[in-house]
């Protein structure tokens, strides 16, 4: 791994982004003193200060007169939350059945592969969009059905991975001697595919901050008075002549994090494994 410095611009730029997000999504409330769902019909589609507005409201106002930056600041932190632990959530299902998939084989590989067929078959977004039209929306729901976009991608190459760590010769002689199964898992083939979920990790989480974005902008998604940053996008979306920053600063806070995020990801998967390229796209 290089250091800082000798990473790629785009790289360095990306990182950037990333850390400058996560701190606004953290921080951003403390820059406004208005809270995000407080509501002034006097200061309703008030433009940004840069447009001929007031310091009071640096970024405008909505269509009910609340503040965009408080808004946005709730809007990135929500959506932070749900595209980390969304992912996380598809990670660690992913992964465990891939881990099962390739260390047991048999019936229980020939299940878990057909279930990543019908899985990598049907659109994550049509799932989405039934279970949330069955169900009442809340955040939790959103959450897990973000968590279970891309979980195919990890189950399969954690299998792939599995397999070819489990026939190398120190962990055959480990099985020989008697090894348990936990600990041939967890001291030899954990270790040598946290590459390989680290790397596909990156690679899912600008898909899940889309999802999530997607559900939001429908209205299926996080639900008022919650915000995020696809509800944003949302609110503004009849008034893109008029009062363009209102759908212009989330979408382009959306665009840059998925572009940063994706940029890393892909500079990952070169520095640990050149190799995982091609499998990613398989």
């Known amino acids: 791994m290089r250091t800082f410095r000798d990473m790629p611009l785009a790289v360095r730029i990306s990182i950037g982004f990333v850390i400058l997000f996560v701190l606004f999504a953290l921080f951003g409330g403390f820059l406004t003193p208005y809270d995000f ?27 009910r007169g609340r503040d965009l930056l408080a808004r946005l600041a709730m809007g990135a ?32 590989d020939t299940l878990i592969m057909m279930a990543v067929d019908v899985q990598a078959s049907v659109p994550i977004i049509i799932i989405a969009l039934f279970v949330l039209a069955l169900f009442k929306s809340s955040l939790l729901l959103i ?15 954690v299998r792939a991975s599995t ?22 898992y967890l001291r030899y083939i954990l270790p040598n595919i946290f ?30 008075p919650m915000t995020s940053l696809g509800q944003i996008m949302s609110d503004g979306r009849d008034r893109l002549l008029t009062s363009w920053w209102l ?20 500079w990952l ?11 990613g796209r398989r």
């Open 37 to 63: 769902r407080q509501t002034s019909l006097l200061d309703r589609f008030e433009p940004p200060v840069f447009l001929g507005g007031t310091w009071d409201h640096v970024l405008g106002t909505d269509g």
């Open 77 to 108: 932190k929500v959506t932070l939350l749900v595209a980390i632990f969304g992912t996380l959530i598809g990670a660690v299902f992913g992964s465990l059945l891939g881990l099962i998939a390739g260390g047991r084989r048999g019936k229980a």
């Open 143 to 157: 959450v897990i059905m973000v968590g279970f976009s891309g979980w195919e991608n990890y189950a399969r190459l």
């Open 163 to 184: 397999l070819s760590v489990r026939e190398r010769g120190y962990v055959t002689a480990e099985r020989v001697l008697g090894a348990s199964p936990a600990r041939i």
């Open 195 to 224: 590459n390989v979920i680290l790397v596909q990790f990156t690679i899912n989480l600008p898909l899940t901050v889309l999802l999530e974005t997607a559900l939001s902008f429908l209205g299926l998604g996080v639900q008022p």
């Open 247 to 266: 759908t212009m600063f989330p979408g382009a806070i959306i665009f840059f994090l998925a572009l940063s995020v994706s940029i890393v990801g892909d």
């Open 269 to 279: 998967r070169d520095q640990l494994d050149p190799t995982l390229r091609n499998a």
